[in-house]
């Protein structure tokens, strides 16, 4: 099929390209006194490659899109949103809210600064990618990170189904009532993790931070360390396998935590009836 090409121009007026066909935007710039919104609104099978944007709403219900070595500079608000099947590779991505009711969108070798990032997605994946995002995949769901870096303060709350191996997280409230989430060989940073997770797994991690893995249901942890974390596990289901030290641990509801050493285990002013142990290795 016989493709439009757009090559080297640059773009202001609304909806500048709306509902491309089949088409190449190749070196282009859309930016001007015009700031026009929606560039591409609703095209379909396209491929966007070395162009910079800096107008609002550019991608919205793109179905079937490549785009490769772009910017999207922190004008660009909302940039894609309702969009299906794409595959985003080595782009710069400033804009808050940057990808929002999106499926099936491949996301690698990028840098992302994006308050607001994935919210209500489902299959997002981002490989070799560092990210800045306050709130980052809310009410998300099939997600996978693969050797990411990302600094984050709420993120992945209410998210159902995420993979993340080989990454590193600096965040606060990561996992807040998330479900059926998997962490392989990871470092994660931050205050009070995944209080309210369901089926959360980690292995072969490293948690960093106070208070952590409260009101937790279907924990496990397995091969994983500890670090300045303090009154863990309160109210919790775990069966944890710890290789180390943990500062105190907290009033477990059920299961097996398993440590080298615990500096407290407090058991005191417990609202409900807590029977986990807690076993220091021999």
Same mark, same amino acid.
Request: aromatic share 8%; charged share 30%; glycine share 6%.
């Given at each position: 099929?016989?493709?439009?090409?757009?090559?080297?121009?640059?773009? *202001?007026?609304?909806?500048?390209?709306?509902?491309?066909?089949?088409?190449?935007?190749?070196?282009?710039?859309?930016?001007?006194?015009?700031?026009?919104?929606?560039?591409?609104?609703?095209?379909? *099978?396209?491929?966007?490659?070395?162009?910079?944007?800096? +107008?609002?709403?550019?991608?919205?219900?793109? /179905?079937?899109?490549?785009?490769?070595?772009?910017?999207?500079?922190?004008?660009?608000?909302?940039?894609?949103?309702?969009?299906?099947?794409?595959?985003?590779?080595? %782009? =710069?991505?400033?804009? @808050?809210?940057?990808?929002?009711?999106?499926?099936?969108?491949?996301?690698? *070798?990028?840098?992302?600064?994006?308050?607001?990032?994935?919210?209500?997605?489902?299959?997002?994946? =981002?490989?070799?990618?560092?990210?800045?995002?306050?709130?980052?995949? +809310?009410?998300?769901?099939?997600?996978?990170?693969?050797?990411?870096?990302?600094?984050?303060?709420?993120?992945? /709350?209410?998210?159902?189904?995420?993979?993340?191996?080989?990454?590193?997280?600096?965040?606060? *409230?990561?996992?807040?009532?998330?479900?059926?989430?998997?962490?392989?060989?990871?470092?994660?940073?931050?205050?009070? +993790?995944?209080?309210?997770?369901?089926? =959360?797994?980690?292995?072969?991690?490293?948690?960093?931070?106070? /208070?952590? =893995?409260?009101?937790?249901?279907?924990?496990?942890?397995?091969? %994983?360390?500890?670090?300045?974390?303090?009154?863990?596990?309160?109210?919790?289901?775990?069966?944890?396998?710890?290789?180390?030290?943990?500062?105190?641990?907290?009033?477990?509801?059920?299961?097996?935590? @398993?440590?080298?050493?615990?500096?407290?285990?407090?058991?005191?002013?417990?609202?409900?009836?807590?029977?986990?142990?807690?076993?220091?290795?021999?």
């Amino acid at each position: 099929m016989e493709r439009t090409i757009i090559k080297e121009q640059q773009l *202001d007026e609304e909806r500048a390209l709306y509902h491309l066909q089949h088409g190449d935007v190749v070196r282009c710039v859309f930016a001007g006194p015009a700031d026009g919104e929606s560039a591409l609104k609703e095209a379909r *099978d396209i491929r966007v490659e070395d162009t910079q944007f800096s +107008l609002r709403y550019p991608l919205w219900h793109v /179905q079937g899109f490549e785009m490769t070595k772009t910017r999207m500079d922190e004008k660009t608000r909302a940039a894609i949103w309702y969009a299906t099947d794409g595959k985003i590779r080595s %782009c =710069l991505m400033d804009g @808050v809210k940057a990808v929002r009711e999106c499926r099936n969108i491949e996301l690698a *070798d990028c840098r992302i600064h994006s308050a607001e990032f994935g919210w209500k997605s489902d299959g997002i994946t =981002l490989k070799d990618t560092e990210i800045e995002s306050e709130y980052l995949f +809310l009410d998300a769901k099939k997600i996978k990170l693969e050797r990411v870096k990302m600094k984050g303060k709420y993120s992945f /709350q209410y998210v159902d189904g995420l993979e993340i191996t080989d990454s590193e997280l600096d965040t606060k *409230d990561a996992f807040w009532h998330s479900r059926n989430v998997t962490v392989r060989n990871s470092t994660i940073k931050g205050e009070y +993790l995944a209080w309210f997770s369901d089926g =959360l797994t980690l292995i072969d991690c490293t948690i960093i931070g106070t /208070q952590p =893995l409260c009101y937790c249901t279907n924990l496990k942890m397995i091969n %994983c360390k500890m670090v300045d974390a303090d009154l863990a596990f309160e109210y919790s289901d775990a069966d944890a396998e710890i290789i180390g030290h943990i500062d105190s641990v907290k009033n477990p509801r059920s299961g097996k935590i @398993v440590a080298d050493s615990v500096g407290e285990i407090i058991r005191s002013d417990a609202v409900m009836e807590c029977t986990g142990e807690v076993i220091i290795r021999a």
